[in-house]
């Protein structure tokens, strides 16, 4: 009888103890298990070509990819994880930015953009960032600063209305 007392309490304690860990799993679940989807899917091509480029790793990319234009003189090693560093910073997988079966080609409009995206990117670390004299050098921002694990980063105030022209023939094809 003197035991049960005890045992009582310990009882209700570790119950209410993991009740209260299942909760906050449930709430957090959703969130962290998408983004865990989205870095196992690309983790999956990642290491499929990993293995088919062994013993390639440091050669410049440009000699071994087929469509290298932005990132000349990257070694591939340095090209694949710069792929994982940009669907990490817009929250994609690979798809949202390749056909799967040909990784060399344009089709996918994010593509294009991505270059467009490169250019204005280095413009802004080079000629606005660097020359900033109130603030302490370097003074550098990448995809992750704008975009925070979003495919399009937030606007201030009102978005514009309805469809957007398209641009103009030769530039990237829109939505
Ligand atoms: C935000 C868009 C984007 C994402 C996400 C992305 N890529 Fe890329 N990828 C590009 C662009 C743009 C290039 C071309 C780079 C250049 O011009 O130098 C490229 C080039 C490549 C190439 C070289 C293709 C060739 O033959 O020239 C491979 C391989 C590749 N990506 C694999 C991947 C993998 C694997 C993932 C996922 C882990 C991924 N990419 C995610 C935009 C993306
Ligand atoms: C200074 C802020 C900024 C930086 C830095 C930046 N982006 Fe963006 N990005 C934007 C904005 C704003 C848009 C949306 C443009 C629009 O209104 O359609 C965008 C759109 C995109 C899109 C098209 C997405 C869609 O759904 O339409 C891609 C792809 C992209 N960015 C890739 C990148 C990559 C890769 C980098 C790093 C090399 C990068 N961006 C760096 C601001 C930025």
Known sequence: MKLLLPVLFLFIGVSSFM????????????KTLA???????R???LSF????????ESMVADSVFKNIKSL?????????SIMN?????????CKFCHETTNWASEKSRNHLRTREMIVMNDRLNRDLLSQMKGFRQPVTMGCISCHNEMKEPPHDGPRPQGPRPR???GGAPRN
């Open 167 to 169: 641009p103009e023939a």
């Open 19 to 30: 009740s209260m860990s299942e909760q906050t799993t449930l709430q957090t679940a959703p």
């Open 72 to 80: 000349k003189g990257k070694s591939v090693e340095q090209v694949l």
């Open 35 to 41: 983004k865990d989807t989205l870095m196992l899917d």
């Open 43 to 45: 983790e999956k091509y």
């Open 85 to 93: 560093n940009w669907g990490h910073a817009l929250g994609v997988t």
């Open 49 to 56: 070509l990993k293995d088919s480029l062994k013993g390639k």
